[in-house]
């Protein structure tokens, strides 16, 4: 018996970084997990992988029931899908900051919107959404992404009022710069990555960036039925990025 036998979990952006090490690690803890990835076509068992867009209405619909058909359930709803974007308010055209709001934010909606029926018969409802350091900090040249997970932290604070008394718990973890495929991606476009990974490294007090693995333990607590308590939570994953205010290291 493991902490999640008989709990069934859907993942979105599943098939890959955090989405991916959270799917495998509800399932190492017993679950039984659907991904639901724009491309789900490397995702190994026993993980299920669907096709779905968080950003199409129909398409979550379709992969959401499908999942809870396939699982015979939801009972943990993962909102992890995400796009970046660079820039400040200067760069960024308006389709941009439609497009990244809506899969960042709007996405959110449609698979929890889609969930609920679902969640509402579950005994162990919970939903955990990927948020990011950037909700309660400033980045440069972060204007859109940032403004996008604040409105994941917002949205995670009124879902766990919505739903609380429904047993419905709502939380979201808050990751620092992890090194996942997203991160390796930026690293590649950099003028010099061995500069731009040093200086990612130094902004997180721990001098290392976070693992996806880390993230999905985070997620992985708050999906549990040990969480039993927690609602309404941000519960940050970075290396004390938020927390902490180290002085600047002096030569002796
Ligand atoms: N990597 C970081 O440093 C970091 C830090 C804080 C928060 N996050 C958040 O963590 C989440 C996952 O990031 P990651 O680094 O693992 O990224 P990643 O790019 O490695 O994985 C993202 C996954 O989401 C899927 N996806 C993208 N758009 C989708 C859509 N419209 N519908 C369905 N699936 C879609 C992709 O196919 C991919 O499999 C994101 O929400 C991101 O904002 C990442």
New binding site residues.
């Given amino acids: 018996m493991t902490a999640l036998s008989g709990l069934r979990a859907v993942v ?10 959270t799917a495998r690690a509800l399932a190492a803890q017993g679950a039984t997990v659907a991904v ?4 789900p076509a490397g995702v190994p068992g026993p993980l299920l992988g669907l096709r ?5 209405d129909t398409s979550v619909r379709a992969a959401v029931d499908a999942a809870a058909t396939r699982l015979g359930g939801i009972d943990i709803l993962v909102n ?5 974007a660079v820039g400040t308010v200067e760069d960024n055209p308006d389709e941009q900051w439609h497009r990244v709001l809506d ?2 934010v709007v ?1 959110m909606v449609r698979t929890t919107r889609a969930a609920l029926p679902h969640l509402r018969r579950s005994a162990h409802a919970s939903v955990v959404n ?5 909700a309660t900090a400033g980045l440069p040249q972060r204007a859109l ?1 940032c403004a ?2 604040g409105a994941v932290l917002s949205l995670t604070l009124a879902m766990a009022a919505d739903h609380v008394r429904e047993g419905i718990r709502v939380n979201c973890v ?10 390796a ?1 930026l690293l590649d476009g950099a003028d010099d990555p061995e500069a731009e990974r040093a200086a990612l490294n130094a902004r997180q007090p721990l001098g290392r ?2 693992t ?1 693995d880390e ?1 999905a333990a985070a997620i992985v607590y708050l999906a549990s039925p040990a969480a039993a308590s927690v609602t309404g939570t941000t519960l940050a994953v970075d290396g004390g990025m938020q927390g902490l205010r180290l002085r600047p290291v002096t030569p002796s």
Avoid: F, H, M, Q
Wanted: hydrophobic fraction near 40%; charge should be negative.
């Fill in positions: 979105t952006g599943g098939a890959s970084g955090i989405g991916l090490a639901l990835d724009l491309d779905a867009d968080v950003g199409d992890n899908a995400g796009i970046g899969v960042n996405g990927t948020c990011s350091i950037g992404y996008s997970k808050n990751p620092g710069t992890a090194d996942t495929p997203w991160v991606r960036l976070v996806a993230v």
